[in-house]
């Protein structure tokens, strides 16, 4: 079997018997790349040549009988929106090209200590803002199970970049559903950590008080080794939450009794593909075959989800992005005037969806129209995030798609923004409450092309979570399918 072909899981104790070396592992994804990248455009920013080097520091050290971390010896990718110093982060965006930051996102520092090796940036919406990775100033990424189709966004390089066996581990982010939507189109697991579980700090921020970073793999067990590692408090990032790093992957294979599954029935009706209704109702009974109740449950508010998320998120982006000014880093247009190289600078640095997004939000924190917009969205953000606190005291996780179609084709969208955010439905709900969600496979169109099954949980339910997802993995194999790329 190739090596390819192993989870994250098994390779590490391949690694850890010695039968298999980091550098052999290293190398085949390396060669995987040269195949394949070219195609898929997952990766901005390959490091397959400081890779390789790290990883025959961990084989030195493993032979020398050293305490190594969790992930050592294993691969992971890392979205290009956390903070490198030794590499550009870019954000997608060609305002910070060339911009090399002077310190480690906490992420960052968690995965390294770990011994995980990183093997290159990954493609994103530009700033984390779209749903298709079709945004990135250095061009899309295509989904590997459909070159002609998008990967789903922002993480769409992450997602790629674990489905097109790039590598076995990937780090995305989740705004309003960006790691969970393209898990779901390329047929991985995503999931989007309860706000404060893991550290923002050297996150570039895109909305603060939604944002938060998250892995990438093919299973719930895979995916729960990657969250223990990048888990727990952080001191310098003020959001963290005082909990210690998670222990998923130690309870991951442990089966759930009594579970009470909640199914959200307006989820499953009108603007849903009929093969996604059909996919999800098939999870549904088997959950319930495993011994699972299922429990109808409504969101009342969870119809305003999409309107309060796109005058929350981009009034915060408004701010974020201020920064960007050609004054202190980045991209500068020089001009004699200071207004005038202020605008240029930001015309020719940001594209066209992020230029949206913050005049929208500029827009709705002006003067008389503050409290008509952002006050009100924050109220409804309220309402909602009682919606999900009543629905948990009758179960313990809901059920339902994580995207109302599967992957769109590259350009079908681009004219029409608003049937993009559209398509956020049922994912930004999650990240307004500041709850955990997950997405994981459940089934494939006519097409060809993957389904998504979205669980959510209360807060800090990831392990709970992932358990359901065991579970439901344990008899089932759309985790294990892989793209004929």
């Not at 390396?30 to 990248?37: G, I, L, Q």
């Not at 050290?61 to 990718?77: F, I, Q």
């Not at 995503?190 to 700090?201: A, D, I």
């Not at 959001?239 to 759930?256: D, G």
């Amino acid at each position: 079997m190739s090596l390819l072909q192993h989870s994250a899981t098994d390779l590490l104790s391949l690694l850890q018997s010695g039968d298999v070396t980091s550098q052999q592992v290293v190398q085949a994804y390396s060669d995987r790349a040269a195949t394949v990248e070219d195609q898929v455009h997952a990766i901005l920013q390959p490091t397959w040549e400081s890779a390789l080097e790290r990883a025959e520091e961990i084989d030195r050290r493993r032979s020398a009988g050293e305490l190594l971390g969790s992930l050592a010896g294993l691969p992971v990718a890392v979205k290009d929106i956390l903070c490198t110093d030794d590499f550009p982060t870019t954000c997608g965006s060609k305002i910070l090209e060339t911009f090399r930051p002077p310190y480690n996102a906490t992420v960052i520092e968690k995965l390294r200590a770990a011994d995980a090796i990183l093997v290159g940036k990954t493609n994103l919406d530009e700033f984390a803002m779209g749903s298709s990775t079709e945004n990135s100033a250095f061009g899309p990424t295509h989904n590997p199970w459909d070159l002609t189709r998008v990967p789903g966004g922002s993480s769409g390089g992450s997602a790629a970049s674990v489905s097109a066996d790039l590598a076995p581990l990937a780090i995305g982010t989740d705004t309003g559903g960006s790691i969970r939507q393209p898990a779901a189109f390329c047929g991985v697991t995503g999931l989007k950590p309860t706000y404060g579980r893991v550290s923002r700090y050297g996150l570039v921020a895109f909305a603060s008080s939604l944002d938060q970073a998250g892995p990438f793999a093919r299973s719930a067990q895979d995916t729960a080794l990657l969250l223990d590692a990048i888990s727990g408090h952080d001191a310098r990032d003020s959001t963290s939450a005082n909990r210690p790093p998670t222990s998923a992957f130690a309870e991951v294979e442990q089966p759930l009794e009594s579970l009470r599954v909640g199914v959200i029935r307006e989820q499953l009706g009108e603007g849903v593909d009929d093969e996604i209704r059909v996919a999800v109702e098939a999870s549904l009974q088997a959950f319930q075959q495993m011994g699972a109740s299922l429990i109808d449950v409504q969101l009342p508010h969870a119809r305003y989800a999409v309107a309060t998320y796109y005058i929350v998120a981009p009034c915060e982006a408004s701010g974020n992005l201020a920064r960007y000014d050609g004054a202190h880093y980045g991209l500068r247009v020089e001009s004699p005037e200071l207004g005038s190289m202020y605008s240029a600078s930001r015309a020719r640095g940001l594209g066209e969806e992020v230029k949206r997004r913050i005049m929208l939000g500029t827009f709705a924190l002006s003067s008389g129209y503050n409290s008509r917009y952002y006050l009100k969205s924050l109220q409804v953000r309220r309402l909602i995030r009682n919606d999900y606190d009543q629905a948990f005291e009758n179960v313990d996780l809901l059920l339902g798609p994580t995207t109302p179609t599967t992957a769109f084709r590259i350009g079908e969208k681009s004219d029409d923004p608003l049937s993009m955010y559209l398509g956020d439905l049922f994912t930004v709900g999650t990240n307004l409450a500041g709850i955990s969600g997950l997405s994981i496979p459940c089934g494939f169109s006519a097409a060809g092309l993957p389904i998504g099954l979205h669980l959510q949980g209360p807060a800090f339910s990831e392990t709970t979570l992932l358990r359901a997802a065991h579970m439901y993995q344990s008899v089932t194999d759309w985790h294990a399918r892989r793209p004929p790329l």
